[in-house]
């Protein structure tokens, strides 16, 4: 019983900035990693950015130096700074997060909704 409320997406022009938010509730005991995902027109759904629970943090090459992940455990959000968009990121986003909801059970993922980003040249 977890669910993932993302918010942020919009219209924008190149070279601005969103911030996408992607909020936990429901039975969380521990987050673990979490993680964006996009998809674009035509193209498969691919990893953006990538928090672990130990802090490490991976983006793909197209992102790296524009997109900040970041995470509030104390309010189960995690973020997506999104700085210099270029029209390529045009999107539907998705927040995947791993989810530990008791002591004693295993990590499950789940998914957000997906909010639209686009970006006008």
């Known amino acids: 019983q977890v669910q993932l409320v993302e918010s942020g997406g919009g219209l924008v022009q190149a070279g601005g900035s969103l911030r996408l938010s992607c909020a936990a509730s429901g039975t969380i005991f521990k987050l673990g990693a979490m993680d964006w995902y996009r998809q674009g027109p035509g193209k498969q759904r691919e990893l953006v950015a990538r928090?672990?629970?130990?802090?490490?943090?991976n983006y793909a090459d197209s992102v790296k130096g524009r997109f900040t992940i970041s995470r509030d455990n104390a309010k189960n959000t995690v973020y997506l700074q999104m700085n210099n968009l270029k029209p390529e990121d045009t999107a539907v986003y998705y927040c995947k997060v791993w989810i530990l909801a008791t002591a004693g059970s295993m990590y499950q993922s789940y998914w957000g909704q997906g909010t639209q980003v686009t970006v006008s040249s």
């Open positions: 928090r672990t629970g130990t802090g490490m943090t």
